[in-house]
């Protein structure tokens, strides 16, 4: 089961997305409908709250009288956390029921409005965020809504900002066109991202790699490896002592294959083989024809030895390194990050070795792409290994 988190601000076009990927098969789970669902006459939802907050809160038939009761949970923040304690468990059961009902080989779709502000990315294993220009958000609540433009802008300050909403999106749609123009940009996502995605990781399997080739430098690569790492840190729990951002696209204005690249770093490999099932629980499933870095001259081969996922999402490559603590191949993927950031002459050999190493594997893809690329990087990872030690100020002894 693929999980889907879909938000996006007032008047951004959100229930537009969502009414779309329900009619391509999705199984649409909306958080407003189940906060209005709990709290429904005969619940023991809106008992609680009439226990809490007096009958005062109920309208003439029985039923919730919202209104009334913004007034008593927000006046206070004791009587909101009071509200929230009553209502906010009550929703995460009903959403986990319909979660649970949902086939295993559905895409879930969780329509939550506050994804961002209540920081709930890292749960799913991909977010949209449906984005729109704020004039254009004021006038679709004026004109579809009925509110007044100065409490349409209230509202929309209130929430996330757009920068936020960037910065949690994995996929961002634009919804400031015309109607319909974003139709066939959420049919090509579910055709070719998300579908392909839910199979993969049903199937446990990596999703296929194209050629091997460098990119220009993507400023949002350092965004795109904090949601990563936000999600792996939920699936590793304490198992993790850090996790970091390695490699190349770790490096601010160094060309490089599209690939983001994260270390896992563990006590022991016990631990990295206890994280094999949930690393592959959220699109990560392990690769067992890798088990080694390649050993540097003079080292134990033995401690050169790691775990390494890859990512069953089609829509964005990344290989997760499983590493012990200490051990040579961890710290020499720190150390590594740390020189190229600090000694631009470093950047410019690494990326002639690159370039190098990107025209030997033209023309080829796949595992053959790969070698034939590493053919020309391990030489010079061999040389200057202990270059990279001694400029990080590292002991190449207790190797």
Not at 192 to 218: H, K, Q, S, T, Y
Not at 274 to 282: D, G, K, T
């Amino acid at each position: 089961m693929l999980r889907i988190g879909l938000t996006g601000g007032m008047g951004a076009g959100k229930s537009t997305v969502a009414r779309i990927l329900t009619e391509l098969g999705a199984v649409l789970v909306d958080s407003d409908v189940i906060a209005r669902e709990v709290v429904a006459p005969g619940t023991e939802g809106l008992a609680a709250l009439v226990a809490a907050f007096s009958d005062d809160i109920l309208a003439a038939d029985g039923s919730l009288d919202r209104p009334a009761l913004a007034a008593k949970a927000f006046a206070t923040d004791e009587a909101r956390a009071t509200l929230n304690g009553i209502t906010h468990p009550l929703v995460g059961k009903r959403t986990a029921e319909l979660i649970a009902a949902a086939p295993a080989d559905g895409i879930v779709v969780q329509d939550i409005p506050l994804l961002v502000e209540n920081g709930l990315g890292p749960f799913m294993n991909l977010v949209l965020v449906v984005m729109a220009d704020t004039e254009t958000r004021v006038h679709r609540l004026e004109t579809f809504r009925g509110i007044d433009r100065d409490d349409a802008l209230a509202r929309i300050q209130a929430q996330a900002t757009d920068e936020q909403r960037r910065a949690a999106g994995d996929v961002l749609l634009d919804n400031s066109g015309a109607p319909g123009d974003l139709e066939p940009v959420v049919r090509e996502l579910w055709e070719r991202r998300l579908v392909p995605f839910e199979a993969n990781l049903r199937a446990g399997a990596r999703a296929p790699r194209g050629a091997v080739r460098l990119v220009e430098p993507d400023p949002t690569w350092a965004a795109q490896a904090r949601r990563v790492i936000a999600r792996l840190a939920v699936a590793c729990g304490d198992k993790a002592r850090r996790i970091d951002h390695i490699g190349s696209t770790a490096v601010a204005g160094l060309p490089a294959k599209d690939v983001l690249d994260i270390q896992i770093t563990v006590a022991d490999l016990e631990v990295a083989d206890e994280l094999r099932e949930s690393l592959r629980a959220i699109g990560f499933p392990r690769l067992d024809h890798i088990t080694t870095d390649d050993p540097k001259p003079g080292t134990d081969p033995a401690r050169w030895v790691k775990r390494i996922h890859a990512n069953a999402d089609p829509g964005r490559a990344v290989n997760v390194h499983v590493r012990v603590d200490g051990w040579p191949g961890q710290r020499f993927a720190l150390a590594f990050v740390e020189w190229l950031r600090a000694d631009a002459a470093a950047r410019a050999e690494y990326l002639e070795i690159k370039r190098k190493a990107e025209a030997n594997a033209a023309g080829l893809t796949g595992p053959a792409a790969i070698e034939a690329y590493l053919a020309v990087k391990t030489p010079w990872f061999e040389q200057v290994y202990p270059r990279v030690l001694a400029a990080t100020g590292q002991d190449a002894a207790s190797e």
